[in-house]
């Protein structure tokens, strides 16, 4: 049974920085693409980061560019995302997500398993 867990959530004041670990077992992560996601309450989920198997190509989306940064340690089977300068609209709970193929997409039926999410607050 394919299992994510992730950790390194928290509160954290606004200009801070959190890092964010995505742990997988049961699966060989590093034959495939995984993702962050986050979802802040009425909003939609949104894909925050992608980063191929190989740890080659990476994607952060424009809300985050230039402060969140994802990277992966396949002998871990462990995928990070940095996150620095934080804002109050980062505040959410973010999931990570192995994806179906060795690339990443933003659209999240790529993706097959996921963990179960980890809150992070903003204090401004």
Excluded: H
């Excluded at 004041?13 to 495939?32: I, M």
């Excluded at 979802?39 to 190509?57: D, I, L, T």
């Excluded at 963990?115 to 607050?121: A, D, I, K, W």
């Amino acid at each position: 049974q394919v299992q994510l867990v992730e950790s390194g959530g928290g509160l954290v004041q606004a200009g801070g920085s959190l890092r964010l670990s995505c742990t997988a077992s049961g699966r060989t992560v590093s034959n495939y693409a995984m993702g962050w996601f986050r979802r802040a309450p009425g909003k939609e989920r949104e894909f925050v980061a992608g980063v191929n198997w190989s740890g080659g190509s990476t994607y952060v989306a424009d809300s985050v560019k230039g402060r969140f940064t994802i990277s992966r340690d396949n002998a871990k089977n462990t995928v990070y995302l940095q996150m620095n300068s934080l804002k109050s609209e980062d505040a959410a709970v973010y999931y990570c997500a192995s994806a179906r193929a060795p690339y990443y997409s933003s659209s999240s039926s790529w993706y097959d398993y996921w963990g179960q999410g980890t809150q992070v607050t903003v204090s401004s």
